[in-house]
């Protein structure tokens, strides 16, 4: 049981001891709820700390049920097995997937302004959520970032379920998970404090991660040069 993601980011670091205070290492939170963990991993590490958006495709009428994910630079998976056991037309799916897609383009100029997103060619970018529930998310943000020709993608979060790492595992390069319990129902119930996190954090947490990660800035100022 983790406090909050405060806590769930510094026991996570822990276990990512090893990627501590390396110019090719970058720490990409997915939004919302992965930032606060990621942030702490990222200060524990002195590594640059950014952002993967990925949006969950819910099942019409009951949003928290996963179809499927998007994100950003176009990446997507979809369940069609459970599309055509539920029934959905192909014009829901489309409506759902334009709508998510409207919702990564508003949190892409909502969590950065101005502010350009960290290279992630030759990184070892290391992808935090709070947690692992069906795996989809996570899956399609790991197949955007090969796309971006990362050195090695190693994925990280406090709690999933035990089978996510033969899913997960076998796509990311590495897989790192403090807690896998075998009843598992929901990220939630594994924290004492999940509360939601509000956009406003998230560009605060991004804001704030520049005062860290100086082996990784001047690393990336020494290749502009």
């Not at 954090?201 to 520049?210: G, I, Q, Y």
């Amino acid at each position: 049981m983790f406090r909050d993601r405060v806590d769930a980011g510094q026991k996570l670091a822990k276990k990512l001891v090893h990627y501590a205070n390396r110019n090719d290492v970058l720490v990409l939170g997915v939004p919302r709820g992965g930032v606060p963990v990621a942030f702490e991993v990222a200060q524990a590490l002195n590594a640059p700390l950014d952002i993967l958006l990925v949006r969950k495709l819910g099942v019409p009428d009951q949003r928290e049920l996963a179809m499927g994910a998007i994100a950003s630079g176009g990446a997507r998976i979809l369940n069609r097995h459970l599309i055509t056991e539920l029934g959905i037309t192909e014009e829901q799916v489309a409506e759902t997937i334009a709508a998510q897609e409207a919702e990564l383009e508003r949190r892409e100029e909502l969590y950065r302004g101005v502010r350009p997103g960290i290279p992630v060619h030759g990184k070892i970018v290391i992808l935090v959520d709070d947690g692992i529930a069906t795996g989809s998310s996570m899956l399609v943000a790991i197949t955007a970032l090969r796309t971006l020709q990362p050195k090695k993608i190693v994925v990280a979060v406090p709690v999933a379920p035990p089978h996510a790492v033969a899913s997960i595992g076998g796509l990311a390069d590495k897989y790192v998970c403090v807690a896998k319990p075998d009843w598992f129902f929901a990220i939630g119930e594994f924290y004492q404090n999940f509360g939601q996190i509000e956009d406003s954090e998230v560009h605060a947490l991004l804001e704030r991660s520049t005062k860290f990660s100086t082996v990784g800035r001047k690393a990336d100022q020494r290749g502009a040069a």
